[in-house]
């Protein structure tokens, strides 16, 4: 528990170094606070995510920078039909032991192994390698040949998924989504910021990004997110907002019409996490309800099955989790 001094000056460190953080990356991204803000919960709650968005949108770029500013090891891995798992986690090759004369086995370990993986497009590759990296995501290990290999903490994989390309896609299933920690939607700037964007990214000047954390600081970071309290009331809320999105036991007309199945458990403690990790990034000792609200629509639309009816009305999954907000006392 967030009980002593200690902790309370590290809570309010972390605020101010993720003040820091995204002073340095607005020097490179013009805008995206909101994508900003989410990226940095997830990876302050241990979280992964999933971002939806059009080409062309600086997803790489933002990454990239983020990993630079927390001076974080980063690997992009695009994914195609033809990628083998063995491309994502290593593969094992003969090589020559010059002292003995004999050939033997060596692991080169794939672009999985870094702190920060962007994989790209991951709905553009069959499931038996869309499998690897998950697994890897929820090990935090990678098994080749027998042998077990760690992967250096922290670990964060943000996985894109074009929405306008869908032709020879293989979507994630729902068991598969619901390892994302977060569903993040990047929309297209506002006229002012595009034309700052048009302006800085067009010039000569290449902005200077300063190191601001390290993998040890962060790790220590995200295990101080895991100490802060949260109050009963609080977690009663994020359970009820989660069981109103069932179906089988909701009450809400919207969800009986329009949802095939509900979020699960998961939805649940990551509601936690995620409102854990807001409130201290925001440099509060405890979250609040409105800290479950903010981060609510990213948790909850990907683990929430639209129906028929929901898809002939256009009915989104965000329409439909800010609806059960609404209704939820």
Not at 92 to 116: C, H, M, Q, Y
Not at 137 to 166: C, D, K, R, S
Not at 255 to 271: E, I, T
Not at 319 to 329: M, N, Q
């Amino acid at each position: 528990m967030v009980e002593n001094t200690n902790d309370i000056v590290q809570i309010e460190k972390l605020a101010e170094s993720v003040k820091k953080v995204r002073a340095e990356i607005a020097k490179v991204i013009i805008g995206q606070d909101k994508i900003i803000e989410e990226l940095l919960v997830a990876l302050f709650a241990r979280g992964h995510c999933l971002l939806i968005g059009v080409p062309g949108l600086a997803k790489t770029l933002l990454i990239r920078t983020l990993s630079k500013v927390l001076d974080l090891k980063f690997s992009r891995i695009q994914f195609t039909p033809d990628l083998m798992p063995s491309d994502i986690t290593g593969t094992e090759i003969i090589e020559d032991d010059v002292s003995t004369g004999l050939k033997k086995f060596k692991f080169v370990k794939g672009p999985i192994f870094a702190n920060i993986v962007l994989a790209d497009e991951i709905n553009r590759t069959p499931p038996k390698t869309q499998s690897a990296l998950l697994e890897a995501m929820q090990e935090h290990e990678v098994t080749a040949a027998g042998t077990t290999y760690t992967l250096e903490e922290p670990f964060f994989v943000l996985a894109t998924q074009n929405p306008i390309e869908q032709e020879g896609t293989y979507p994630l299933p729902e068991a598969q989504l619901d390892r994302f920690m977060f569903n993040i939607w990047l929309d297209y700037p506002s006229i002012e910021e595009e034309i700052n964007i048009v302006k800085s990214t067009t010039a000569e000047y290449v902005p200077d990004v300063h190191k601001v954390l390290n993998a040890n600081e962060i790790i220590a970071f995200q295990d101080l997110v895991r100490k802060v309290p949260v109050a009963e009331n609080v977690i009663q809320y994020a359970v009820k907002l989660v069981r109103s999105s069932r179906p089988v036991n909701g009450t809400n007309s919207i969800v009986k019409d329009f949802l095939s199945y509900g979020a699960g458990p998961r939805a649940s403690q990551y509601l936690i996490l995620g409102a854990k990790s807001r409130a201290a990034i925001s440099g509060r000792y405890t979250p609040d309800i409105n800290d479950i609200k903010e981060v609510a629509s990213t948790v909850l639309r990907h683990r929430i099955v639209t129906n028929f009816n929901a898809e002939a009305e256009n009915v989104s999954p965000t329409e439909i989790v800010a609806k059960l907000i609404e209704d939820l006392k």
